[in-house]
């Protein structure tokens, strides 16, 4: 299994300001994913992170407000821009098990409230 | 297009009572993988199985058994004996062949009434 850890767990910001979210791996990897839980909703995928390329953005998600980062197999980053109180959100990093074993393992989540 | 649904949206059982959530999943894939996964109250998920589209053999963990039928496209999860530590938010989840992505249910909120 993977051990992932996301920072910050949880923020609270302003309309229009930006935020930044660490996600770390304690193995090397191929493929990040990161997903958005909205309030009482289910799991979104926003995009996917291989290292070395763009990520692969989902139907409805763009680079412009969600740009991602993956300079290595064990770390990624997500930027929420220009914030409205509807990107209020659980935040969750992904990868799958290291093993091939098609498991995946998921972060804690960074809780994010948009005031 | 891949879809699961998960018909129940809330279910609530007293202490004991077995208890099963159903999982309906559309794909077009011929291999495919399905999962399980829990989100108690403090948030985080929890992985509880993987069964690829090859495998229809039923599987039980202590008291929780999953019920994959390829035929009616389902995945059931059943919990005996539910435990107030059951209370949880349970998602059934698809991936595809390329395993470049996963899907998720809209989820069932079970509530174990002590």
């Known amino acids: 299994s993977a051990v992932i850890s996301q920072k910050p767990s949880r923020d609270i910001c302003q309309r229009g300001t930006s935020l930044t979210i660490q996600c770390q791996v304690d193995s090397q990897v191929t493929m990040m994913f990161w997903y958005r839980q909205q309030p009482g909703q289910s799991l979104t995928l926003i995009a996917t992170a291989n290292q070395g390329s763009e990520a692969t953005y989902e139907s409805g998600f763009v680079i412009d407000k969600f740009p991602i980062s993956r300079p290595n197999l064990t770390f990624s980053t997500l930027t929420v821009s220009n914030m409205s109180p509807e990107d209020s959100s659980i935040y969750l990093c992904?990868?799958?098990?290291?093993?091939?074993?098609?498991?995946?393992?998921f972060g804690p989540g960074t809780r994010l409230t948009v005031t | 297009a891949q879809k699961v649904t998960q018909a129940q949206t809330e279910i609530s059982v007293v202490e004991k009572e077995d208890v099963t959530l159903d999982c309906v999943y559309e794909?077009?894939?011929?291999?495919?993988?399905l999962f399980w996964y829990k989100q108690p109250p403090s948030g985080e998920l929890v992985f509880l199985i993987r069964r690829n589209s090859f495998d229809e053999q039923n599987e039980i963990s202590g008291r929780y058994s999953w019920n994959f039928q390829k035929s009616t496209s389902s995945f059931n999860f059943t919990i005996t004996a539910s435990q107030v530590v059951d209370s949880a938010v349970y998602f059934c989840?698809?991936?595809?062949?390329?395993?470049?992505?996963?899907?998720f249910g809209p989820g069932t909120s079970l509530s174990v009434i002590p």
């Open positions: 992904s990868v799958e098990g290291g093993d091939r074993s098609y498991e995946q393992y």
């Open positions: 989840a698809l991936g595809g062949t390329s395993y470049d992505k996963v899907i």
């Open positions: 794909t077009r894939d011929t291999t495919y993988y």
